[in-house]
């Protein structure tokens, strides 16, 4: 059964940072691709990044320069790295496989705000 388990998530001024974990079971998680995704109130969930089994990275505009994904296969875990967060970075981030998806798991929600 695969299990994802994200964490790390938080409110946080603009301009801040956080780091979000994800660990991943179930899966042969050193052979997957894995993204990031996050839904924000009313709008699609969208994929911010991702990484290749082999850690190619890749990352929609609006991350670009501020986000950084990871993944350390011993651990079966993908972060994220996001820096100089903006109030239109708030939304609940999951992980998953990509591009094809397992069942989603709970997120965690990230807050930009003053």
């Known amino acids: 059964q695969v299990q994802l388990v994200e964490s790390g998530g938080g409110l946080v001024q603009p301009g801040g940072s956080l780091k979000l974990s994800c660990a991943a079971s179930g899966i042969r998680f050193s052979f997957n691709a894995m993204g990031w995704y996050r839904q924000a109130p009313g709008k699609q969930r969208e994929v911010v990044a991702r990484?290749?089994?082999?850690?190619?990275?890749n990352y929609a505009e609006s991350a670009k320069g501020r986000f950084t994904i990871s993944r350390d296969n011993a651990k079966n875990t993908v972060y994220l790295q996001m820096i100089s967060l903006k109030p239109e970075d708030t939304a609940v981030y999951y992980c998953?496989?990509?591009?094809?998806?397992?069942?989603w798991g709970q997120g965690t929600q990230v807050t930009v705000s003053s």
């Open positions: 990484i290749s089994a082999g850690g190619i990275t």
């Open positions: 998953n496989n990509f591009p094809n998806t397992y069942n």
